[in-house]
């Protein structure tokens, strides 16, 4: 099994540029989610999706959007890159919501200049 | 509002010390889980362990054990004669019941020397 997959490894954006990032598992979990991890601060929740056609607000929501049409996909797009979102991104899920551990993509290493 | 405090930054060993990582969290809620992570200089996140609120066991697995103490809102994670391997960035993290959503503490960098 792939797992949790994740792409691009890395990017490099200039401001004002979008694009997504995506993210796919392959082992039929309902919940899925996007942390990003700065120096210091540990992980943030962006955004999470319980279900196909099911999404909601994490802590740092701003300047992202996502969409869960699929139950594999749940992909993350930034609309209009900033300096602020240069980070690593890690796209999460697990098996539903009785808090089991979650599996971790490897993470994509973001740079908006 | 929850919260999980991983007061050390960074902690250094030589190897074969025994090292402790302190965690402390804040929740409201009655059941909630706790969870350690490790993520070593590659960069992936590693699942280690997950307790629940009405399970204050100790657990042991390897040189690897786990102290949760609810009295204290604490659980600490204790690895016996550290190796290089074990070098990482480790972090502890709490949800709710009810929701998947991971409060992460800001983590502890170890680093073992030979």
């Known amino acids: 099994n792939a797992g949790v997959t994740q792409t691009p490894k890395f990017q490099v954006l200039k401001t004002g540029q979008s694009m997504t990032l995506q993210c796919a598992q392959d082992?039929?979990?309902?919940?899925m989610s996007w942390y990003r991890q700065d120096p210091g601060m540990g992980l943030r929740l962006i955004h999470y999706?319980?279900?196909?056609?099911?999404?909601d607000q994490g802590e740092v929501p701003n300047g992202y959007n996502v969409s869960r049409s699929t139950t594999e996909d749940f992909p993350l797009r930034l609309l209009s890159a900033a300096p602020s979102q240069t980070s690593v991104y890690f796209c999460?899920?697990?098996?539903?919501?009785?808090?089991?551990?979650?599996?971790f993509g490897d993470g994509t290493r973001l740079s908006i200049l | 509002a929850q919260k999980v405090t991983q007061a050390q930054t960074e902690i250094s060993v030589v190897e074969k010390e025994d090292v402790t990582l302190d965690c402390v969290y804040e929740?409201?809620?009655?059941?909630?889980?706790l969870f350690w992570y490790k993520q070593p200089p590659s960069g992936e996140l590693v699942f280690l362990i997950r307790r629940n609120s009405f399970d204050e066991q100790n657990e042991i697995s390897g040189r690897y054990s786990w102290n949760f103490q609810k009295s204290t809102s604490s659980f600490n994670f204790t690895i016996t004669a550290s190796q290089v391997v074990d070098s990482a960035v480790y972090f502890c993290?709490?949800?709710?019941?009810?929701?998947?959503?991971?409060?992460f503490g800001t983590g502890t960098r170890l680093q073992v020397f030979p």
């Open positions: 082992m039929n979990h309902e919940y």
């Open positions: 929740t409201r809620d009655t059941t909630y889980y």
């Open positions: 999706s319980v279900g196909a056609g099911i999404t």
């Open positions: 993290a709490l949800s709710e019941a009810g929701t998947d959503k991971l409060i």
């Open positions: 999460a899920s697990s098996s539903d919501r009785s808090n089991q551990p979650q599996h």
